[in-house]
Structures are given as C-alpha cells and as structure tokens.
Nanobody, 124 residues
C-alpha cells in the first residue's frame, strides 16, 4: 500500500507562484514514476506533469510547459510541482499519483495510487 499526501495549495494572485508537495510512503519510492494531474469543476481530470523514478525524464502538458517544474527528492520520498506565472485557468484541485511499474506516463489510468488532492485557486 502506498499513501500520498499533497500540500501547498492555496489562493494566489494571477502571475503568482506556488509549490506543491506530495509526501509518499513506501521504501522503494525511487522506483515509482510520479505524476501530477488536476481537475477543475465540471471538467475531466487532466495531466499536468510527470517524472521518472530517478528524475531523469520529465513530461509536461503544453498548457504548463515553461511555467511549471516537476522535481523529486528520493531521500525525502517527496515529489514537487513548482508553479510560476499562474493563470486563472490553472485553478483546480491538484492530485499527485504514483506508478509502481513502468516509466512516467501522461494517462491517469497508468497510475496505481492517488493522493486526496490540494486546491489551487488563482484569482484577483
């Protein structure tokens, strides 16, 4: 069983920044690919970013490329999402997810465990 706990969400002005964290249980965290997804009210969950187990490979949705950065600290069993130049359309509940086997993926069905989500609201 793998548990994931997100933190770092909140209310931020357009153009502002936030850093989300996802603390994960499990002794073999460095073997998990990790992803961030988001879901806005009335919309389907969408891919945001993903990172391979050792952090070598990263992937981003076009909508966040150049503004968001995914990273991980395997010593702390934690994955991060640094979000800059935030826009109102980034408002959503953000979820982290763990994939136990295979590399980083962009499809939510590829992931085995999910966190409870953290709310990000970008508004003036």
């Amino acid at each position: 069983q793998v548990q994931l706990v997100e933190s770092g969400g909140g209310l931020v002005l357009p153009g502002g920044s936030l850093r989300l964290s996802c603390a994960t249980s499990g002794r073999t965290f460095s073997t998990f690919a990790m992803g961030w997804f988001r879901q806005a009210p009335g919309k389907e969950r969408e891919f945001v970013a993903a990172i391979s187990g050792l952090g070598v490979n990263t992937y981003y949705a076009d909508s966040v490329k150049g503004r968001f950065t995914i990273s991980r600290d395997n010593a702390k069993n934690t994955v991060y999402l640094e979000m800059n130049s935030l826009k109102p359309e980034d408002t959503a509940t953000y979820y982290c997810a763990a994939r136990l086997r295979g590399g980083a993926a962009t499809m939510s069905l590829s992931y085995d465990y999910w966190g409870q989500g953290t709310q990000v609201t970008v508004s003036s």
